[in-house]
Structures are given as C-alpha cells and as structure tokens.
C-alpha cells in the first residue's frame, strides 16, 4: 500500500541528517514527527530546521509563509510518542550497529502492524535490521546523502526480505519528495559508500604518507576529477566518526584488508577532531561552519 497525502512521517534522531530528513519531507506537505531520546533534542533539532529555513528566507531563496507552513508540520517528541501515531519511521540515528538494532526492535513494539520501517543507515545490513522485527518484509534502507536538503539522491536499500510492495511505497515517497533514486541489493557499504570508501580512505593514506598536503589533495580532487568537494572537505562534512564507522564494516564484512581505515583517520577520530560538527577535523572550521585552515 502506497503512502497517502496525509501520512505521518516519524523520523527518529533529531541530529544532522535527521533534521535534514524531517525539513525536506515538512516542505512536500508531509507530517513530520521528529523524534529522539529526549524532548529537548527533539526540539534542538527544529530549532536547526528554523534556522536553516530563515538562512533561505534572508537570501531570498523562500518565502516566509513556505518556511511557517513547513515548520508548522513539524513537532518534537519524544521518540516513544512518536511510534504509535506514525505511518512511516525513518531511523536517522548515529551509525551504530547494536543502536540501530535496539531501536528497530522497539519501533517494531511500537507502531501499527502495516507501518513501514526504513533507515537512513549507509553501512549496516538492513536484513539484519529486518531480522529484529515481526514485519521483515517491511523493513528497508532509504538513505538520504548529506547535506539531505541540497542533495537530490536517496539510496534505497532492499533487504533480503524486503516486499515488492514496501519498495514500491519507498519508490513513491522518494518520487514525491523530488528525489532521483537508485535501489541497491544489501551488501556492505551499498552502491555509494562501496565506491566512496575507499577513495576517502585512500586520500588519507596518501597524506599519512606525505605524499601531497590535504589541500593539494581537495584541490587535485575538485579540479582534476570534477567533484564538487575534495575528499578530507568532504569527509569533515560527513563526519569522521561516520566515515571512520563505515569503513570499519566494509573491512569486517567484506574480510579484505583493502578496507582497513588508515591510521591517521583513527587518530583524528580518538582526539575528538570529527570534522564540521565538532569545528576540527582535517580543517578548522569557525563557529558557522566555515573552513579556516588546515587543522594539523
């Protein structure tokens, strides 16, 4: 069954790309519950969505009455409040096996038994995911890119028991959201990080090594393969401790050294340096976000 007009969307973990999901989906008319382990992350996250939104309206770029209907479809709750009362979850917490595993066991509990879970994971197995529930066959990965309001892709990602019928209704959310989509069979990493792993990787082992700065490397990257950022800008924007998470499952799925993460991304993720969010990573970043210089 195809998602209506006025279904409730329920997006679980109000951080970056949660935030990101709930905004896009309250700005196609959906209602969104956002939801996490506490109210008062709940509501930080709406309050990022009001600012990211009012940012759009300064520079002309949305009108004031789009951003008060899309944040008026938007409300903070605590995630177990949102369970029951939604038509679709979407999983957006941090990328920990066991977290997820936890939540999609509760959220099963939780919601009405046609209710489609999805998750925005973009490493973990959503077969295993499906495995902790009583609705298997409507259980799939629906993995938004980041920044998720510029980023015109989602990844959706069929478990071994995923239905036809819940990749269809997946199909047509993402259509309606405006979104291109591809669809990947469940193997370590999907189609996007299978291929983005190990060129971040790589470029970490190349400035480990000496073999060009990290800004001759974003440069090269940018110039010389056409991407819009360079590969340490890029995984600053994602995170560290992502990046570093991911290509710790591609290394232990697959069992293939190739995937093993460099020493250097290890260490920058035990100091606390994780890129953007936390203002270092292989840049400093200012208090709005913008890079200052390269960090060591």
Request: neutral net charge; hydrophobic residues 45%.
């Amino acid at each position: 069954m195809l998602l209506s007009d006025n279904a409730v969307l329920s997006v679980v973990g109000a951080g970056q790309m949660g935030a990101g999901i709930a905004q896009v989906c309250a700005q196609f008319g959906y209602t969104v519950l956002l939801a996490d382990v506490s109210i008062e992350r709940a509501q930080a996250g709406k309050a990022g969505i009001e600012q990211a939104l009012t940012r759009q309206v300064d520079k002309g770029k949305l009108e004031p009455n789009l951003r008060d209907s899309a944040l008026g479809r938007i409300t903070p709750v605590h995630a177990d409040a949102a369970y029951p009362h939604c038509d679709l979850m979407i999983e957006a917490a941090t990328e920990n096996r066991e977290l997820k595993l936890a939540i999609f066991e509760h959220a099963d509990a939780l919601c009405k038994p046609g209710v489609i879970l999805a998750s925005n994971t973009s490493s973990i197995s959503i077969t295993a995911l499906a495995g902790r529930t009583k609705r298997p066959a409507r259980v799939i990965g629906m993995h938004f890119m980041n920044p998720v309001p510029l980023m015109k892709l989602i990844e959706i990602v069929r478990g071994l028991q995923t239905s036809d019928e819940t990749l269809a209704a997946i199909r047509s959310l993402g259509e309606r959201l405006n979104r291109t989509l591809v669809v990947s069979q469940d193997r370590p990493g999907f189609l996007i990080n299978r291929i983005l792993l190990p060129f971040l990787n790589e470029a970490c082992f190349a400035l480990e090594e000496g073999t060009g700065s990290a800004e001759d490397i974003d440069r090269g990257a940018r110039l010389g393969l056409n991407h819009p950022l360079g590969p340490f800008e890029l995984a600053d924007l994602i995170g560290l401790d992502t990046v570093l998470s991911i290509a710790e499952v591609l290394e232990r799925e697959f069992g293939d050294p190739k995937y093993r993460p460099s020493i250097l991304l290890r260490n920058l993720v035990a100091a606390g340096w994780l890129g953007k969010k936390s203002g270092r990573g292989f840049y400093t970043y200012d208090d709005k976000g913008a890079k200052i210089t390269r960090s060591h």
